[in-house]
């Protein structure tokens, strides 16, 4: 079953849904606006697709679960360290606290496997049976796979990383899980994030959205402020602009090299526009609600470099990434295994890390691109037209001479293709949207001075 009316943010019915859902949030008994919140969240989601709720259920009751059970082994452990801390000496306590830490991380696999596995056979089964038929093709024999038809769930990445930040901070022994399911699915489907983000945080957002409000006339206005400057980037800024874009790269060969420069630079317009419009909506929403969410975006391309950069857009999931991937990647005992900087250095600068971080980076850009319409930047199909045609503009340079000037280096993919040469792209990060390392060429050894 289909959604009903797909209220997106800039269409009437959801202004209409709005208005009447805040009415009755402020009408109704403190202790019950929340169970109005879960009301209205999965109201908004069925709109979209009823069949496709089952999803959204799915992920929240395995994470609250999963919860539960962390919660359950950090507070039996405790106290049995504290019922036996007489009897037990350290090399006793050490062992228990080794197997119950070892219990948990099973739960959180078990987790991490389930919510993830689900998320990457409704976005990738598709793709993966279309590289294996374009095999199958190249090769000349074998045999040839339908593509399942499989609609992709709305949010799915949002309300999947949300969960699993839960789960993580559950583990660290970061707060308690929440006991009330219901609670615990208002968290995970608050309707105006579920579909854009932010990414929320439990410890920041969940006591906001079970507290009772008073109707605030200050917040109000904010949140309608903040709505229209949303609509007008969406509806304004990224709409217009999305012809002229959806044009030129539909011909680029029709079109001169400027044109296409052109139609980039308007690009990164419209997907700014868009995404950011959204977010403010988003904002704006819950602002009228009481509800304070994180910013998302922070003026990123008044930004003096392009580490900046990328720290003011889509901040919470840049945070979201350094917080549970980075951070524990860089404290694990593999990198502890490199025992000084140069060593350090030299990985970090070696090509399978860069090739590690730029396909990361593109399925974390593929997960959460925003705009409705646009082409994506890396198309799997014709490979990247915009970023070959500026191949013509940029000085072109074989990928084993060494660069000597600051810059931008990107490899483009395409379907079973070796890597393309590395097009230094001076200047172009903001236009292309790719995260890249600014590191030393390849054939070049690391030196890094000790103290």
């Known amino acids: 079953m289909g959604g009903i009316l797909k209220m997106s943010f800039t269409t009437l019915h959801f202004f209409l849904f709005l208005a009447m859902g805040v009415l009755i949030y402020y009408l109704l008994p403190k202790k019950l606006q929340w169970v109005w919140l879960l009301v209205l969240s999965y109201l908004y989601y069925f709109t979209f697709s009823i069949k496709t709720s089952v999803f959204l259920i799915f992920t929240t009751v395995v994470t609250y679960t999963g919860g539960i059970l962390l919660t359950r082994m950090n507070e039996s ?3 049995y360290l504290a019922a036996n801390k007489e009897t037990l000496d350290r090399a006793a306590k050490k062992a228990y606290k080794e197997k119950v830490k070892k219990n948990k991380r099973r739960v959180v696999v ?64 970061k707060y308690s899980a929440e006991k009330n399911i219901f609670k615990y699915a208002l968290f995970v489907s608050f309707f105006p994030q579920l579909l854009q983000g932010p990414i929320g945080r439990f410890d920041r957002l969940a006591h906001q959205l079970y507290e009772g409000r008073s109707f605030s006339l200050k917040a109000a206005e904010f949140g309608l402020q903040r709505i229209l400057w949303g609509c007008f980037k969406k509806m304004v800024l990224a709409d217009r602009v999305a012809g002229f874009v959806t044009t030129v790269f539909g011909n680029y060969t029709e ?53 900046e950069f990328w720290r003011r857009w889509h901040i919470t999931l840049g945070t979201w990434m350094k917080d549970y991937i980075f951070y ?84 483009i993919f395409m379907d079973f293709c070796p890597p393309l040469r590395c097009v230094p792209v001076d200047g172009f990060l903001l236009v292309l949207g790719i995260p890249c390392l600014n590191v030393p060429n390849r054939n070049e050894r690391v030196s890094v001075q000790k103290p």
């Open 77 to 79: 452990s405790k106290a």
């Open 110 to 173: 078990a987790m991490l496997l389930l919510c993830f596995g689900l998320l990457g056979v409704v976005k990738y089964l598709n793709f993966v049976i279309e590289n294996i038929d374009a095999l199958v093709l190249a090769v000349g024999h074998g045999q040839y796979f339908e593509p399942v038809n499989i609609i992709l769930p709305l949010g799915i990445s949002f309300y999947t990383f949300q969960s699993i930040s839960y789960i993580i901070d559950v583990y660290q022994g």
């Open 255 to 307: 079109y001169g090299g400027w044109y296409n420069l052109v139609a980039v630079l308007l690009y990164c317009v419209q997907l700014y526009a868009d995404f950011s419009g959204g977010i403010d909506i988003v904002i704006g929403t819950a602002e009228i609600f009481g509800i304070r969410m994180d910013e998302n975006f922070r003026q990123p391309f008044f930004s003096k470099s392009i580490g």
């Open 328 to 411: 524990p990647f860089s404290l694990s005992k593999q990198m502890n295994r490199f025992g000084h900087e140069d060593e350090v250095a030299v990985f970090v600068s070696s090509t399978v890390f860069q090739r590690h971080f730029m396909v990361t980076a593109y399925v974390v850009g593929h997960e959460f691109r925003a705009g409705n319409g646009a082409p994506p930047i890396l198309s799997r199909k014709q490979g990247n037209p915009v970023i070959c045609k500026l191949n013509g503009l940029v000085q072109h340079r074989g990928s084993h001479e060494p660069y000597h000037r600051i810059g931008v280096y990107t490899e």
